[in-house]
């Protein structure tokens, strides 16, 4: 079974960045696409990012592409989200969570409790 | 993109009652791509049913999807305490995969 725990959130003044980490344990995540979620405050859930495997695709949800860029280490288990140009709607819990493939569309088996990103002034 | 309508909005039920909730497609979903999550405040959503009717492992039989190409069904047989909850469906058939705005289910 794998456990994800996730970290780096925080506070942060719009348009500066921060980088987010998802840590896996229990179980080998290489061989599975990753994916970041997020929750905005009184919201549902919006998906936002994906890595494949072994890194060499990524897709983004549009409100996003070009300011997130997800990246992933399979020698430590663990994914990131670089976050930059951050805006008061990026406001919002940050989870992540393993496709039931190795590509990125398919259900999400296993998340994490998620890290609270809050940016504001 | 797929939008996923949820409804009703809000469920008030009392425990021991049965649960319905709908989740209805803006086109059909390929293949009955369809995943429902359950999500305690502060807590890691957690897979339910996937494939519109397959219950993920070690989740109780009371819970049931089924439903295809654009109306799907999320049934709760019996609630328990612990299924006062908001629920989410997701249709992975289409990228990007999308989430309806989810149902809560509340003690009546």
């Known amino acids: 079974q794998v456990q994800l725990v996730e970290s780096g959130g925080g506070v942060v003044q719009p348009g500066r960045s921060l980088r987010l980490s998802c840590a896996a344990s229990?179980?080998?995540?290489?061989?599975?696409?990753m994916h970041w979620v997020r929750q905005a405050p009184g919201k549902g859930l919006e998906w936002v990012a994906v890595i494949y495997y072994d890194g060499r695709n990524q897709f983004y949800a549009d409100s996003v592409k070009g300011r997130f860029t997800i990246s992933r280490d399979n020698s430590k288990n663990t994914v990131y989200l670089q976050m930059d140009s951050l805006r008061a709607e990026d406001t919002a819990v940050y989870y992540c969570a393993t496709d039931h493939g190795a590509g990125g569309w398919n259900y999400f088996e296993h998340w994490g409790q998620g890290t609270l990103v809050t940016v504001s002034s | 993109e797929i939008v996923l309508t949820q409804s009703p909005g809000t469920l008030s039920l009392s425990p021991g009652e049965r649960a319905t909730l709908s989740c209805r497609a803006s086109q059909s979903v390929s293949s009955n791509y369809l995943a429902w999550y359950q999500h305690r405040p502060g807590q890691a959503p957690r897979l339910l049913i996937y494939g519109a009717s397959s219950r993920a492992a070690g989740i109780p039989d009371r819970f049931s999807g089924s439903g295809s190409g654009t109306d799907f069904t999320l049934t709760i047989s019996r609630l328990e305490p612990e299924d006062f909850v908001v629920y989410y469906c997701?249709?992975?058939?289409?990228?990007?995969?999308?989430f309806g705005q989810g149902t809560k289910v509340e003690i009546k």
């Open positions: 229990g179980s080998r995540i290489s061989g599975y696409g």
């Open positions: 997701q249709q992975y058939g289409r990228s990007p995969g999308t």
